[in-house]
């Protein structure tokens, strides 16, 4: 969120989460606006993670 008098606004989200990628033009950005007129750097997170694949869920224990 932007805050009167800040010189710049910074938002992130993470490439792995595209919910988080849209929040940033619906909510994140907007919010920012009405506060304040600063720029807004855009920041991507995980970028080491965009390529991989998620990992399968965990097996389950039968019980005996």
Known sequence: VGYNGSSICMECFAVDDRASFEALHKKLIPEARRYSQAPIVVIATK????????SPPPKKEKDH
């Open 47 to 54: 970028t080491d993670l965009r390529e991989c694949k998620p």
